[in-house]
């Protein structure tokens, strides 16, 4: 695998897939620089050794959200917004393009000069990225003559700018510092985890991590399954589980996983017992019950202290732990002690030698939250590219610049 840190960018521009899709509040002021920051490594080396970087990257999905009269709402969804924040970052003040493939931006990236940055427009604001259209690529490849790909949150895509423009830079192209920690971290628990191996499921729905879970069934010593994903499980068990969030149709699949788990030797893990609501609000009611015999009228926001005692006495015992997914609605405060505690075992395992890798997402956002992030052994960017990884799908991304 070729990184920056196999090549000298004296005198090249270097065309820079980043992912700046950093969170925003309602004034536009960034939430968590955390992506940014991860670039900055990748960035300085390419400064450092003399060159320019021509930064694009992608925020939201702008053509998903449109304004009442239909057109793009270029105000929400502008990368303007990150402009100022990565200037701080770097020292230094970077330029911006108010378009990526305008005139005026290829006259702003012809006009570089050494160590200097240039920040385009948000790539999403032309349906050719998402839709992975050659002749856009080909257009973008124009604002440099060095690509790298830092992006691993939009590995997993088969857009213009991660998995079609390498094509135009043959010899002249690698992965950035994160790009390259991200996979040679998920490799380390794919194919060569430490044992016991356990992976900790969670998030809403059982549809969303099928494929994960099917593909660590032969891999991983023990599975543990929290969140809303779980009543599915209770209920294909003939559970009462109220009016927890529940997929009908995956009842099959979620007794079939449970077979398949005894048949190959791995420990599937459910939650004993529920924090329980009379209501999805901060302000609800609430109890702890048994998954088997939860009340009508009454729904699983997080999982209970029996789960949580059992949970963790596992994740520390491990060699090696893989979360993704939170065990309860974390965001609201009643309903966040059985993610609090996921990490915090985590972060205790981590400190007697166990290895951990945080799975991007609401997992990594719940690590930040309660202040554990750098107590783990890694914490992804890329919670949909991390998933497929683990899917055993090809990233797009990775497969364009290794070929």
Known sequence: MKTVADFN?????????????????????????????????????????????VLMSHLGRPLKKLKEDGSVDKEKFSLNHTLSRISELLGQNVMFSDDCISE?????????????VLLLEN????????????????????????????????????????????????????????????IENAEKVMFNARKPFTAVMGGAKVSDKILIIQNLLDKADNIIIGGGMAYTFFKAMNGAIGSSLVEEDRLDLARELMQKAKEKNCKLILPKDS???????????????????????????????????????????????????????????KFEQGTKAVAEAIAEATSTGSYSLIGGGDSAAAVNQFGYADKVS??????????????????????AVNN
Request: glycine share 12%; with cysteine.
């Open 123 to 182: 790539l999403r604001f032309y349906k050719e990225e998402e839709k992975g259209n050659k002749e856009f690529a080909q257009k973008l490849s124009g604002h440099g003559n060095f690509y790298v790909n830092d992006a691993f949150g939009t590995a997993h895509r088969a857009h213009a700018s991660t998995a079609l423009i390498a094509e135009f830079f043959p010899g002249n192209k690698c992965f950035g510092y994160l790009m390259a920690a991200e």
């Open 9 to 53: 960018f004296t005198g090249k521009k270097v065309l820079l897939r980043v992912d700046f899709n950093v969170p925003l509040d309602k004034q536009y002021n960034i939430t968590d620089d955390s992506r940014i920051r991860a670039a900055l490594p990748t960035i300085n080396k390419i400064l450092k050794d003399g060159g320019s970087v």
């Open 275 to 333: 924090v329980i609501a009379d209501k999805f609000d901060k302000d609800a009611n609430t109890g702890i019950s048994d998954n088997m015999s939860i009340a009508d009228g009454w729904m699983g926001l997080d999982i209970g202290p029996q789960a949580i005692k059992e949970f963790s006495e596992v994740i520390k015992s491990s060699g090696t732990v893989l979360w993704n997914g939170p065990m309860g609605v974390f965001e609201m405060q």
């Open 378 to 399: 890694y914490v992804s960017t890329g919670g949909g590219a991390l998933l497929e990884f683990f899917e055993g799908k090809i990233l797009p991304g990775v497969e």
């Open 104 to 116: 005026e931006a290829f006259q702003k990236s012809a006009g570089l000069k050494a160590s200097e």
